[in-house]
């Protein structure tokens, strides 16, 4: 993904070096250290990579003495862009991609009858659904809980409101919650004709796409994501044509979706270099790059 970048910016006139190097497991950084030294790391412009907490440690104290802007693609998790300013995290946090959720989902259905659909055992959103009760708690909104369970149609239906929109939250992003809640609105709305039933769920039900598309549709599905990939949009299939052409493959079913991340991630700091110099970031504000999964902001 990013030497389609690299491919599309030297067609634009652009003019760089790239250097690729492989540096060592996540775990033993001896290689990545021994390559620190090299003269052609030392006089770089931009460096991007490193995966473990580690390699990204490493990575950082050397952009920090050699004053080299430094990009972490993967990690959401670590905390060193708080302790150098040469750092850029792609990855939003989830914390603060919680609150922003959060935030936009109280705005949004302030008026609306909202259904927390609970789980007894993944737990893996609570800290979302914790965020999101305060946020409805602290504007005087309420909300209503059910847990998940065969009966879950019978006690829904009593909750459902006729006059208003009625929005339901699993309290999972898991594909087997995710089809049995389908499984229960496809019965509901057979029914009961009068209730406007919309659902709110997550990121990764993106993966999931192939399975129920149809019934996002049907249900007037929300999802909030920092990734999103328009499939119909000209670049969406540009890109996707020019990765079969260079790499006689597709594109393979994940999210985020990887060569995306490395095109975008190759196209934005590229082209800001390219614009901007090595001092770019005091005009990251003004430059507008047209990505295809992942709007820098």
Not at 55 to 80: A, R
Not at 261 to 271: C, N, P, R
Not at 279 to 285: D, G, P, S, V, Y
């Amino acid at each position: 993904g990013f030497l389609l970048a690299v491919e599309k910016l030297k067609k634009e006139g652009v003019n760089l070096e790239l250097y690729v190097f492989d540096i060592g497991t996540d775990s033993n950084t001896k290689k990545l250290e021994s390559l620190l030294t090299t003269m052609e790391i030392q006089n770089l412009d931009l460096v991007i990579g490193g995966v473990s907490d580690k390699q990204i440690k490493i990575l950082s104290d050397f952009s920090k003495s050699k004053n080299i802007k430094y990009v972490i693609p993967f990690s959401s998790k670590n905390t060193e862009v708080l302790n150098n300013g040469n750092i850029f995290q792609v990855n939003t946090p989830q914390t603060k991609l919680y609150s922003k959720a959060s935030q936009v989902f109280v705005d949004k259905f302030s008026i609306a009858n909202i259904i927390f659909l609970e789980t007894n055992e993944d737990h893996e959103k609570d800290s979302l659904m914790a965020i999101m009760k305060k946020d409805l708690n602290s504007r005087s909104i309420p909300y209503k809980s059910i847990v998940i369970s065969e009966s879950m149609d019978r006690e829904l239906t009593p909750l459902l409101d006729a006059s208003k929109d009625n929005i339901l939250i699993p309290s999972s992003g898991n594909i087997g919650v995710l089809g049995e809640v389908l499984s229960t609105l496809n019965g509901l709305s057979e029914l009961n004709s009068e209730y406007n039933i919309h659902m709110f769920g997550y990121p990764e039900w993106q993966t999931y796409e192939y399975n129920y598309l149809k019934d996002y549709h049907n249900h007037g599905t929300y999802i909030y994501a920092s990734f999103y990939v328009d499939n119909d949009a000209s670049d969406t299939v540009d890109f996707r044509d020019g990765f079969k052409k260079w790499y006689k493959k597709d594109l393979q079913k994940t999210y985020p979706q990887y060569a995306m991340l490395g095109y975008d991630t190759g196209l934005y700091f590229l082209t800001a270099l390219h614009k901007y110099g090595r001092n770019f970031e005091t005009k990251l504000n003004s430059m507008y790059v047209d990505t295809t999964q992942f709007a820098f902001n």
